[in-house]
């Protein structure tokens, strides 16, 4: 923290050089790249993913970090261009990036000397999904998200331009999902000592699944979550106890770091999981269960491996880093003042508030400094937004994948959030974290601005280089109230309803079945106005059939029929009986005697 850094990128893969303007919101552009450095809170001009560095180019980025910014925090950097995020990540383009605090600080010098001195290790997860070249053919529909799937969804004059690269995978296990740590299958940490503590710096970066992993012993092992997305707890807490019970979740792009400590040698596994007792409802695309990530070996005490580099820590850390101004608690209401009614963002079919990504358009503006409340609708997809951390404000299925007051860049679910707009102004990009949606329209931004009249109301059609607001007031669309989607704290201990605002074209599974509810209404009402109606025709045809028959005047007909309904309940009505010409000659038979 508190430096400037600089990244020299160099594009040395080959193809097209210009962008595929005629496939935006589709996969394209394989070869061309750029950098999101994802969890810094730097500016968006620093953090710019709209640069496209083509085959042959190289940029130069510049990073200011604030002396103010979080440390220690646990982030990555990968490649975000718009149509080949997915494919490029999936191939590996990638890196962890860890901040550190320097050790002047005011903010170091309170941190816990068992954290500062406690040995860690940095977990990439990541995944290959080959398949053979002889068994890749770029042919119909591609409904998986394996290698040569999404090397098939980009069109045959990309794949063409690549002269240098062709799709050669050539190995027997074509058709298994590969999880891997550090780009090794099923790796081993084999320098862990019995009764210390070992911080493991997780980095979910597989663009495709949430990764819930399971700890293979939980009696002998201590596991305690320490930060999610890079910033610490208040306080350590207990993976082994309810709602986890030995198990953890990591959206797409996510961070953990966990503290292990075994009480006993031997070897010990983290393994996929998909759990449904854990998970609440049955929403995360989840990678397959029973994929062993990672092996701990604990070794003795007074082994070798006890008194390296001095670092082995016993003691858990009772005093957490502490947290600038941009990241003090957002929960209570007395303390802030939240600009306006929540923003609503929803994210489905390749969408976010009904609209597919489009470069000089944006969803709304929020004031820098200003504190924004956001009401994210994205049940099976995953919210992730630039520059700005979030703390959630309520628990996501139950606690297991997120807690009410943790901080998070990348969350999904259907949740309240709010948001510090800190000292930035520009841009802030936002997306589903699955990353082949992204690639495909489930990307947008929003603005911070620095003297906003409408924060959070959505408007069209205005260009990103544009500062001022539109003179006259945007419409905002309202449904009214119904039964609240989920429960949600109002910062002061209590409750109150989930309340969602809808944009244009923005509906949720709330709103079809209310539709259709009406729909089935006017069906069943226009069903009985045609069944009256074919029943009187059948009633006045039938009458004239007994007019021919008998004689009888269309009037007295009717009086017969009038005069017999009334006489006795137990013999039919005349519209039911008239049905056949004998029956009409037996009732007029009866008729005539009565009279």
């Not at 959206?251 to 007792?277: E, F, K, L, M």
């Not at 400094?369 to 049940?379: H, L, M, Q, V």
């Not at 000292?423 to 997306?431: I, Q």
Request: aromatic share 10%; charged share 15%; proline share 4%.
């Amino acid at each position: 923290a508190g430096t400037t850094v600089q990244i020299q990128w160099y594009n040395k893969l080959s193809g097209e050089t210009t962008v595929d303007t005629a496939r935006n919101n589709l996969y394209r552009d394989m070869h061309i790249v750029n950098i999101h450095t994802h969890g810094l809170h730097v500016s968006p001009d620093d953090d710019n993913v709209l640069i496209n560095i083509a085959p042959g180019a190289n940029v130069t980025y510049t990073y200011d970090i604030p002396s103010d910014h979080y440390a220690p925090g646990t982030h990555w950097l990968h490649s975000h261009h718009h149509g080949s995020s997915s494919f490029l990540v999936h191939s590996g383009l990638l890196s962890a990036l860890l901040v550190h605090y320097k050790d002047d600080d005011t903010a170091a010098m309170l941190i816990d000397d068992s954290l500062k001195h406690m040995r860690s290790n940095v977990l990439v997860l990541h995944y290959l999904w080959p398949i053979d070249a002889s068994l890749c053919v770029c042919a119909g529909s591609y409904a998986t998200r394996n290698y040569c799937d999404e090397y098939c969804r980009f069109p045959q004059s990309t794949r063409d331009a690549a002269v240098n690269y062709v799709y050669d995978v050539s190995t027997p296990l074509s058709g298994t999902q590969l999880f891997l740590v550090n780009g090794a299958l099923a790796p081993i940490l084999t320098d862990l000592v019995v009764d210390n503590w070992r911080m493991l710096r997780v980095i979910n970066t597989v663009p495709h699944y949430w990764m819930q992993f399971r700890f293979s012993n939980t009696v002998e092992c201590e596991w305690q979550l320490m930060a999610t997305d890079g910033i610490y707890l208040q306080s350590a807490r207990d993976l082994t106890l309810a709602p986890y019970s030995g198990e953890y979740i990591m959206s797409p792009g996510g961070r953990a770091d966990i503290a292990v400590r075994c009480t006993a040698q031997g070897t010990y596994r983290i393994v996929t999981s998909q759990s449904n007792v854990t998970d609440g409802v049955h929403v995360l695309t989840r990678a397959p269960a029973n994929h062993v990530l990672l092996q701990l070996t604990v070794n003795a005490a007074t082994s070798s491996y006890a008194s390296l580099d001095g670092n082995n820590v016993s003691t858990l850390p009772l005093v957490f880093p502490q947290r600038p101004s941009y990241l003090q608690s957002l929960l209570n209401d007395t303390d802030i003042a939240i600009e306006s009614d929540a923003c609503s963002i929803e994210m489905r079919a390749n969408q976010i508030n009904g609209r597919s990504y489009d470069e000089d358009s944006h969803l709304f503006s929020v004031n820098v400094n200003g504190y924004t409340e956001f009401d994210i609708f994205a049940p099976r997809h995953v919210y992730h937004q630039h520059i700005n951390p979030f703390m959630v404000m309520t628990d996501i299925h139950d606690g297991f994948v997120a807690q009410r007051g943790d901080w998070y860049d990348v969350m999904g679910g259907a949740y309240r959030m709010r948001v510090y707009s800190h000292a930035y102004v520009g841009v802030v990009m936002m997306h589903c974290h699955l990353l082949q949606h992204e690639d495909e329209g489930m990307l947008s931004s929003y603005r911070v601005v620095s003297d906003t009249q409408y924060p959070c109301i959505p408007h069209d059609n205005l260009s990103v280089t544009t500062t001022d607001m539109p003179t006259s007031s945007p419409t905002i669309f309202l449904l009214p109230t119904r039964a609240p989607l989920l429960d949600a704290d109002d910062g002061v201990g209590g409750k109150q309803n989930f309340i969602k605002l809808y944009g244009p074209a923005s509906f949720s599974a709330l709103d079809w079945s209310l539709c259709g509810a009406i729909l089935l209404v006017l069906c069943c009402v226009g069903l009985c106005c045609y069944l009256c109606v074919r029943r009187r025709r059948r009633q006045k045809q039938l009458f004239s059939e007994m007019t021919e028959k008998t004689g009888h005047t269309h009037e007295e007909t009717e009086m017969f029929a009038h005069h017999r309904h009334q006489s006795s309940q137990a013999r039919p009505r005349v519209t039911q009986s008239f049905g056949t010409v004998q029956e009409v000659q037996h009732t007029h038979t009866n008729t005539a005697t009565f009279d």
